[in-house]
């Protein structure tokens, strides 16, 4: 996993270091993005209790590239005592002064809330004001285009960052258990870089602002003697046909320096006479954190029937019924794979061992094809699990999932479900290739189209005929012109490949993974 450019504080004690660094950050920072994790919960009669609480910090006049000055705290909600911490976050979450960044997170605000009531505390995490949803910067930095039909559908947090950052955001630990400790580097790094990464989108869309103006023109509003606005009043500015109702969260002159320091030296300062005081400046508002802040400030607000666990119409149906289920009673799961693979010669398969791979491990798959195993995915992004079977099925797969529900349904395709336990796509990799017992060699290793499960084109193209057949398709960087590589070309989706570097590194990569060199 690649090493973060931050610096990642684990806070697991309330006399530690690492608890006064946190404080001071807290109180010496305009813009935070937060983030929670908790173990998934099985019962809906409950909220999953948060186990930790990501805090990524942006410090007033802070150097972006020094690690330091963006830092990550991770609050261990298992061992720091909560009641020494609820009062510095329920301050933290209403303060006008510090801007909230979080993505779709008046979830996570519920299950805090709820985990902290359960410790003895009061249930004041009922509110987060000023907050910005990274969806809403998202949509301002994609614009809809005229004509042109809009999904309905949610962005990821990870294909935000990939199209605003062009960088990738693994999602592969978002489903491991929290409550476990202690916690593995691989979870510190995933869980500080989901809060870091919204810091990072912010200050890429608050640079666009800047750089384009703001739509408000240059007119500023002069307010009567004597009254400092700042940006906490709520304010009705004219936008010609309807009245915009502002929330605005922070002192004017403060907020500025702080979180547009680039900006500081062109504040508008205006001197008004009052009768009390024989002069007085009042710092105005720069446009740009304005517009940002009547565009896209919000707050989250918790209702009481938000504090109660929702309880889905069909199983209050079936409970209130006592429907019995078609399915067989006293079904047991079974998660241990029992065999043979329906590839097994004994079953009369082929003997090539064949995986489909749902939506939350598509990362094996790929793992899979560039050891030369044949490694599917669904047809479609969010398949039922009746495709899936229908799938598994039909192509003689067996389904690789870490979704232990879909053990229920195995009675269905007999010995073609089995159950991912490990969370690493290597360990993954090893594990399946243990537990069905796969032959891997050298020679097996980048064999198949990473791209779409196809098989390569047994003849190599000269460089001329790739050149040719990658024209409006792929472009093949000029510095392989001058060199004697040999090209491959999947037969399915046409993706061009050549020996490279990548090429190389991965090979490697997997004789390492795989282990191969111990089998000599």
Same mark, same amino acid.
């Given at each position: 996993m690649e090493q973060p450019t931050h610096a990642i504080h684990l806070v697991t004690s309330n006399d530690s270091s690492e608890f006064v660094h946190l404080k001071y950050a807290l109180t010496h920072s305009s813009i935070i993005g937060l983030d929670a994790e908790w173990k998934p919960n099985r019962h809906a009669s409950t909220f999953p209790t948060v186990a930790l609480l990501q805090i990524a910090c942006r410090l007033v006049n802070s150097d972006e590239s020094e690690p330091d000055e963006s830092p990550v705290f991770l609050l261990d909600l298992q061992a720091v005592p909560l009641l020494s911490v609820y009062e510095l976050l329920r301050e933290l979450l209403v303060s006008p002064d510090v801007? !909230?960044?979080?993505? @779709?997170? !008046? %979830?996570?605000?519920?299950?805090?809330?709820?985990?902290?009531?359960? /410790?003895? =505390?009061?249930p004041g995490f009922d509110r987060v004001e000023p907050y910005i949803d990274i969806t809403a910067?998202?949509?301002?930095?994609? *614009?809809? %285009?005229?004509?042109? @039909?809009?999904s309905k559908q949610i962005k990821s947090l990870a294909t935000i960052c990939e199209e605003v950052l062009g960088i990738s955001l693994s999602k592969e630990l978002q489903c491991s258990d929290w409550s476990q400790r202690p916690l593995t580097e691989e979870q510190k790094i995933y869980a500080a870089a989901d809060a870091h990464c919204l810091v990072q989108i912010f200050n890429v869309f608050r640079a666009k602002v800047v750089t384009e103006g703001t739509p408000l023109g240059n007119h500023i509003k002069h307010w009567p003697s004597g009254f400092d606005p700042g940006l906490k009043q709520i304010t009705e500015t004219s936008n010609g046909c309807n009245m915009v109702t502002q929330t605005k969260f922070c002192e004017a002159s403060n907020m500025i320096r702080t979180t547009v320091p680039e900006l500081h030296s062109s504040i508008l300062i205006t001197e008004e006479i009052d009768s009390m005081k024989s002069s007085e400046s009042i710092n105005h508002v720069d446009n740009s954190l304005l517009w940002i802040v009547r565009k896209h400030s919000d707050k989250i607000l918790l209702k009481d029937t938000d504090r109660k666990p929702k309880t889905s119409k069909r199983k209050a149906k079936k409970s209130s019924t006592g429907s019995e289920s078609s399915k067989p009673k006293n079904l047991q799961t079974v998660e241990e794979w029992q065999g043979p693979p329906p590839w097994d010669p004994s079953s009369g398969g082929d003997g090539c061992p064949k995986f489909l791979c749902d939506v939350m491990i598509e990362g094996l798959a790929k793992h899979l094809r560039c050891?030369?195993?044949?490694?599917?995915? *669904?047809?479609?992004? !969010? *398949?039922?699990? @009746?495709?899936?079977?229908?799938?598994?099925?039909?192509?003689? @797969?067996v389904l690789l999932t870490r979704d232990v529900k879909l053990l229920r349904y195995e009675y269905l395709i007999k010995n073609q479900i089995y159950l991912i336990k490990s969370l690493l796509k290597n360990d993954q990799l090893l594990e399946v290739i243990e537990t069905f017992q796969l032959k891997i060699s050298e020679g097996q290793l980048m064999s198949r189209c990473t791209k779409c499960n196809g098989s390569f084109i047994q003849k190599p193209l000269t460089t001329q005929e790739a050149v040719e057949a990658a024209k409006g398709f792929q472009v093949i960087p000029n510095c392989l012109f001058d060199k004697n590589i040999?090209? +491959? /070309? =999947?037969?399915? =989706?046409? /993706?061009?490949? +050549?020996?490279?570097? %990548?090429?190389?590194?991965?090979? %490697? !990569?997997?004789?390492d993974v795989c282990k191969l060199n111990d089998q000599l």
């Open positions: 801007i !909230k960044l979080g993505f @779709r997170f !008046k %979830q996570d605000l519920v299950y805090l809330s709820s985990t902290f009531v359960e /410790q003895g =505390c009061d910067i998202y949509n301002y930095l994609h *614009p809809k %285009q005229l004509g042109r @039909r809009i050891v030369g195993v044949d490694a599917a995915i *669904p047809y479609s992004k !969010k *398949p039922e699990t @009746r495709d899936l079977i229908d799938q598994a099925g039909k192509e003689k @797969r040999e090209f +491959w /070309q =999947c037969r399915d =989706c046409n /993706q061009l490949y +050549w020996e490279g570097t %990548q090429y190389h590194n991965a090979i %490697q !990569k997997f004789i």
